[in-house]
């Protein structure tokens, strides 16, 4: 037990300062409601391409076009139970010069957007979003590999965070 002016018996003297502790807080989601959004899309999906299937096999007799409308089915729903999993996946923060996005289960993709390097900042609207009151913003800069899309934010968000984005992107550059 250490002993001085000032210290507690259960309190430790650190002759180094300690390094910052690792966090991983400030990270914001995106809306819970776009997992019905990404649901919706996949059952579309899957309508299409079994209903092609289908058609194959009712139309050209096709014998295996049956097995092929069973596996995209089965595949789908697969897919579709993973969806809200992949969707609380979906964050991204804010930081001092740059915007951060992430997003994955097992292929996991973190995208840093500069501030100074936004071109465009865009928001769109699909039929099953626009009902829910959800918005994509997307983010466009000079390198075409870098375009970031957020998803599944309200509306008021995406506009609250678009006109943001754009005023810190035009003082970034001024002052460049």
């Not at 089965?74 to 804010?94: D, H, K, T």
């Not at 943001?164 to 970034?172: D, G, N, Q």
Request: net charge neutral; proline share 7%; hydrophobic share 50%.
């Amino acid at each position: 037990m250490p002993e001085g002016p000032g210290l507690q018996p259960d309190e430790t003297v650190h002759d180094e300062p300690r390094p910052p502790e690792a966090s991983d807080t400030g990270w914001l989601r995106v809306s819970p409601k776009y997992v019905l959004v990404e649901v919706v899309g996949s059952i579309i999906g899957m309508l299409i391409f079994v209903g092609i299937a289908l058609g194959a096999y009712f139309l050209l007799h096709w014998e295996w076009a049956l097995w092929v409308a069973g596996a995209i089915a089965v595949v789908s729903l697969v897919g579709i139970a993973f969806e809200p999993r992949r969707v609380r996946s979906i964050q991204y923060r804010l930081r001092a010069d740059d915007l951060l996005f992430r997003r994955g289960i097992m292929f996991q993709r973190q995208v840093a957007v500069p501030y100074g390097r936004m071109q465009l900042v865009d928001i769109t609207r699909g039929p099953v979003a626009r009902a829910l009151g959800l918005a994509d913003l997307k983010f466009v800069t000079a390198a075409a590999s870098s375009a970031v899309t957020v998803p599944g934010l309200p509306m008021a968000e995406a506009d609250r965070l678009r006109d943001e984005l754009v005023a810190l992107a035009e003082s970034r550059r001024a002052g460049l």
